[in-house]
């Protein structure tokens, strides 16, 4: 089955925590704080792997972690920072930010792109220790990974599409003119996912054709197969319609035309804009008038029209002499820039620090901080300089500007999960 859009959960991971740890050693006197940092956690990396072609492999696993750090060790011994999770995606593969859409960035070169990067490890106490502070008994916990939801969709990439009604030759062409093979039949949707061939025009030279499957009447609202495929039209830098001009279906071509041409329109403005070819296929079965007509007409319209029967080759090579020189005229393959992070995103992810203050029988209740238990972990209640720290992190937090809006007296109880103290001001 051809799958061109998966919905899937990173978690990149997390640094491992500093240590708290003392030097001891026989002859040696206040061997002094040796505690080691973490190690950082592995990032989320995705790579192009041209071995495959859909996004199956995402609809059976969903949730991707890589592994956290290590905790920091004795003797100023850093932990061991985890392997970064690598994650192959066929080339041309978009990653989406799952909740606002933002790119975050395609996957169609040869560069690793990090998705999602670890935390970095904490710091063990030997940081800590200064002329005053000599004996540390705290440590900083390690920062957590990256953690969040992608869509990724796949835009196949591609020099020229092929577009048109179904059972009109497109994958007759494709297959006449490339190595590609695809399934061919007198039915409509004989062809149910994209087909690339590899066009070769001699020694170094060659372009990229894809025959696009499924567009009828309502395809840009997705009847048919339409917006299925409709989105691997995006890339292309070109697209050959093909027509049947002896309206062997019923349908008049210059109809089909003007119908899938709004179908373009209503899915993305922008494919409107693309060069277009106008290739009248099934010649054979109409009289040289009724090709001249056509031609005419569409010449009229601004388009190169091109007569030929594909199932024997009958014009196919000045098609694709004329396609190869039109390509060295038109920009390179469209590549999808890295979308910046909306203001709001930005205020989000720096009050990620959140947490809630309430009063529950003349208790203040802090809750609601995940990365404040986090710190609770490493900080020792019986050491008056770990405490201090905890402090300092409660006041640049806002933790303690809130506590004093809502009335909190020296002397009242204040609990943080689970740990209760007496706040002094």
């Known amino acids: 089955m051809f799958v061109d859009i998966a919905k899937i959960h990173l978690k990149a991971g997390d640094g491992g925590n500093g240590a708290v740890s003392f030097h001891r050693e026989k002859y040696v006197a206040a061997g002094g704080p040796d505690g080691g940092d973490g190690g950082r956690g592995g990032n989320i990396v995705f790579v192009a792997d041209d071995n495959l ?46 909740e606002s859409g933002r790119i ?92 690339l061939g590899v066009v070769r025009m001699g020694e170094g030279s060659s372009f990229v054709m894809a025959d ?26 070109m697209l050959l319609h093909v027509l049947d001009v002896s309206g062997s279906e019923g349908r008049d071509p210059i109809d089909d035309f003007n119908t899938i041409n709004e179908e ?8 409107c804009e693309r060069p277009q070819i106008v290739v009248g296929n099934k010649c054979d079965l109409v009289d040289d008038d009724k090709v001249e007509e056509l031609k005419n007409y569409f010449t009229s319209k601004g388009y190169a029209f091109f007569p030929i029967m594909a199932p024997i080759k009958e014009g196919t090579d ?53 990365w404040l238990a986090k710190i609770l972990d490493v900080v020792n209640p019986d050491d ?3 405490l201090q720290y905890f402090q300092r992190t409660l006041q640049q937090s806002g933790i303690i500007d809130a506590l004093v809006k809502l009335g909190v007296q020296d002397g009242d109880i204040v609990s943080v999960y689970n740990i209760e103290f007496e706040f002094v001001s």
């Open 53 to 98: 072609s859909t996004l199956a492999d995402f609809r059976y696993k969903r949730k991707y972690v890589a592994e956290n750090g290590a905790n920091g060790g004795a003797s100023r011994c850093t932990g061991k920072s985890a392997k970064n999770l690598v994650i192959s995606v066929p080339r041309g593969t978009l990653v989406k930010d799952a």
């Open 104 to 195: 975050i960035a395609d996957i169609s070169s040869d560069e690793p792109v990090v998705i999602a990067k670890g935390g970095n490890g904490g710091w063990g106490n030997m940081h800590f220790s200064t002329s005053t502070r000599q004996v540390p008994r705290f440590s900083k916990p390690g920062n957590p990974g990256e953690s969040l939801d992608v869509t990724l969709e796949l835009k196949l990439l591609a020099d020229v599409g092929l577009i048109g009604y179904p059972n009109v030759g497109k994958s007759t062409l494709v297959s006449v003119v490339s190595e590609a093979r695809p399934k061919i039949a007198n039915y409509h949707f004989t062809t149910l996912t994209p087909v």
């Open 212 to 237: 696009i499957p499924g567009l009828i009447k309502g395809a840009g609202e997705g009847v048919g197969l339409g917006h299925e495929f409709l989105r691997h039209v995006e890339r292309c830098r």
């Open 264 to 271: 373009l329109k209503v899915f993305s403005a922008e494919l």
């Open 318 to 370: 000045e098609l694709i002499n004329f396609v190869a020189s039109e390509l060295a005229k038109l920009p390179d393959i469209k590549v999808y820039e890295p979308e910046p992070i909306p203001m709001e995103e930005l205020i989000t992810e720096t009050n990620k620090r959140s947490f809630t203050v309430d009063v529950v029988d003349g208790v203040f209740v802090v809750d609601n901080a995940p």
């Open 384 to 386: 008056y300089e770990s």
